[in-house]
Every structure is written in C-alpha cells, then in structure tokens.
C-alpha cells in the first residue's frame, strides 16, 4: 500500500509499504480521508522529528475493511474514527480520565504508525480500550477526519470553562483559530475577537461568528483592543492557537482582573520569558494551557458534528489524492490554505 512516512529530520516521502495482515485482536481500517495538522507540517519542514520510518498522520477517518476473529464490537462495514493516542489505561492519570496525559503515551503518526496510509491497523490496545469509534450516519468521513482537532478545542474552552457571558479574544485565524470561534459561538460567549495578519482568514473568521476582527499589520493591536472593550466590558479569556511570545505580555495588561490566559499552541522554551510576574499576581489573572484531548472530548466532538448545528466542512479548502501528499503539504505551507485533506 501507499504510505506517506517519515526516514529523518526533514525527509518525508510517499512509499510503498506492506498492507497490514488480519491480527485476531485487532481490525484494518481502509482510510477514506485524513487531514494535515500544523504538527505534521512542521514534521515536513523539518522543524520536529518523529520515529523514523514511521507512517505520518493522526487526523483521520475511515471504514472497516477486515475484524480480527476476537473481536467482536466491529463488523466490515463500520465508518469509524480514530483516537489517536496510545495509552496504557492503568496509570493515575488513565484511571482519572486523562489518557492524553497518559505516562506512557504514545501517538500516531509520530511514535508509531498513523493514518496517511490507505489501510491503518490499530493496536489490540486500541481496540480494547475504545480509541476506535463509530461514525453517526450523517457524518462524512471528511467532516471526521476534522474530529481530533475538534475534540482539542473541546478540552480547550472546557479548561477555561467558556460560556455565557464571556467576551474571549482568539490569537490566530489558522485551522485551530476558527475551530474556537466555531465553538465559543455554539457555547454561547457574548463576544469574539479574532486577531490575526491574513485578512482572508478574518473574512472567514466573520463568517464562522466573530464579532471583531484584528489586523496588527494595518492597526495598532493594543489600542484596538481597548477600544473593543469599551463597547462590551473587556476580554475576561484569551486564547493563543499560535506560539507568539510577545503577545503574552501584551494580554496581561488588556485581560480583565481574575481573566483567563490559555496557551493551546506551543512556542518554544522562551515562550513566556521576560513576563511581569506582578501583572498575574495583582490582577488575579489565570495562566492555563491544554493539549490533545481525552477520549471523552472525542466523543464528544462526534456529537457536535453530528449535531449540524455549524459546518466543519467550511474549514475543507483543499483536498488530494495520497500520492500527491508532498504537493499538499507545500500548499498546506500557504497561509491561504486551511485544512487540507489526503484522499488514499
């Protein structure tokens, strides 16, 4: 079969590699569409490793081709997707809910082998533990290649308890960015900014549900912001779905007292240096973070798509067949390009 997979640092290439063979414990998913994520662009910049000659990809969908004689929850024939981390289900923080943070955590596409395949085999762990899910009938397998990044903004606003009554800023108009628009407007927030420097992606963020829209490059961030909060109260949460340090400091000093910053995307070891430890303390102010999500926010994720109360689909810019996977990737390093889909 086709495979996009990983040999070295900055080394990515579409293979031929051996189909998976049927395992009593296990299932073979035919993928039907799986998307790129900023982690595996940067795995294809070079910017992060992964395992070497591991098989790329972690948001994916599919159906099942061929069920292990033990296994008895899936017939040929099921839509399903996938939960893409491997845990132990033992550890404290397994047992408490929070595979994500599983101690001996393993994900696809980057530790072991993941979905930009035309076949995926899950391990026996997998199954049992439930990562594999099934599809409502109304969900396409392109909306559900969409569920991982969904299920991550889930546990992003749950962690910010985001709601009724919230003005939120939104740092970033990329994939994850309107993804929390999307959300925050289906919880119910009184207010979105969004800031970002490509006006194309505002326009979408607009129509997703934003109330407000920054340009830094053409308007001063700082003054906008406190001109924003004079019509509506002030930003009480900020979200960063991009890794710019500087802007942590800027937000200390425009968040409300007891406000909530969260930090959804990484930025490196000095992401928050030289920031005034006194503005967090004498304001009250929350620092908090999120990544992945827990089995339960994937669930979870299935229930809002299925819902059709927004479309994901809007997010769908491109798509490509499975050999063309490296042109994809090239397009997906253009700002105008949001979520892009693999088709094997």
Known sequence: ????????????????????????DSIIVKVKAAAICATDLRIFKGERSAKENVIMGHEFSGEVVNVGSNVKDFMVGDRVAVYPILADGKCDFCLKGFRNRCVNRKTLGIDVNGGFSEFFQPTPEMVKLGHIMKLPENVSFEEAALLEPISTVVNSLERLNVGLGDNILVIGAGPMGLLHVM???????????????????????????????????????????????????????????????????????????????????????????????????????????????????????????????????????????????????????????????LLP
Do not use: C, W
């Open 1 to 24: 079969m086709k495979a996009v997979v990983f040999h070295s640092l900055g080394k990515i290439s579409v293979d031929e590699v051996q189909t998976p063979l049927s395992l009593d």
């Open 183 to 341: 959300l925050a407007k289906y919880m119910g927030v009184s207010n979105i900014i969004v800031s970002d420097y490509v006006e194309e992606r505002l326009n979408v963020a607009r129509e997703l549900g934003a109330n407000y829209t920054i340009n830094p490059g053409q308007e001063d961030f700082i003054l906008k912001v406190k001109e924003l909060s004079k019509v509506f109260g002030g930003i009480n949460k900020a979200i960063l779905t991009v890794g710019v340090a500087d802007v942590v400091g800027q937000l200390l000093d425009i968040i409300q007292p007891q406000g909530m910053i969260s930090l959804f995307a990484g930025g490196g070891k000095t992401f928050i240096s030289n920031i005034d430890l006194n503005k967090i303390h004498y304001k009250e102010l929350v620092l908090t973070a999120s990544q992945n999500a827990t089995p339960e926010q994937f669930k979870k994720a299935i229930q809002l798509i299925a819902s059709k109360r927004f479309n994901v689909g809007k997010l769908i810019t491109h798509k490509f067949p499975l050999e063309d996977a490296l042109n994809a990737f090239n397009l997906r390093s253009e700002l105008k390009a949001l979520k892009v889909l």
